[in-house]
């Protein structure tokens, strides 16, 4: 929790910059990239390291085509020592994002991967249900037995066999 706080304000300022900018897509990329590459947990383990200048931690996180922007945001955030934070940030920065664009992000996870024709039907049930575009990703978790789980932020729909059960069980058990 505590992460998040410290993230918030680093979001919403690179949100706005961003924005400012009309960049929203490249800032994505470019977040999203440091962020891959600070969770590693050798970068992870490096970052923390005084003797790690800030120049070089910044050249090890930015991606190549970063703008100058972006580099002096992940500067600011080596100087105050929050490099740490850059998944949390990324991640934050990604809701701000959905909201302004207007879009709910879903996660479905199955027991199978599911048909194109099948997930068109779910994006389609969440954008009539959410009034807001849907964007999809979709995993695969063999546990869930049958059945799927839709994950979109608040909202969480267990429709899998394996939550059926479980829901079965507790109800036998009252």
Do not use: C
Request: charged letters at 20%; glycine letters at 6%; proline letters at 4%.
């Amino acid at each position: 929790m505590q992460a998040l706080t410290v993230a918030r304000p680093y979001a919403r300022a690179a949100f706005a910059v961003a924005r400012e900018e009309g960049n929203l897509a490249a800032w994505s990329q470019a977040l999203g990239f440091a962020a891959h590459v600070a969770a590693d947990p050798r970068v992870a383990a490096l970052l923390p390291n005084p003797q790690l200048a800030g120049t070089d931690a910044v050249s090890l996180l930015a991606p190549a085509d970063a703008s100058e922007t972006v580099s002096r945001f992940l500067t600011m955030l080596a100087d105050a020592n929050r490099l740490q934070a850059l998944p949390e940030i990324a991640a934050l920065y990604e809701q701000l994002r959905a909201e302004a664009e207007h879009v709910v992000k879903a996660r479905v996870t199955s027991a199978t991967a599911l048909p194109a024709a099948e997930l068109e039907s779910i994006r389609a049930a969440l954008k009539k249900r959410f009034g807001h575009d849907v964007e999809l990703d979709t995993a695969v978790d063999e546990s869930l037995i049958g059945g799927a789980i839709i994950d979109a932020g608040d909202v969480v729909i267990d429709g899998s066999l394996k939550g059926k059960l479980a829901r079965l069980q507790t109800a036998l058990a009252d």
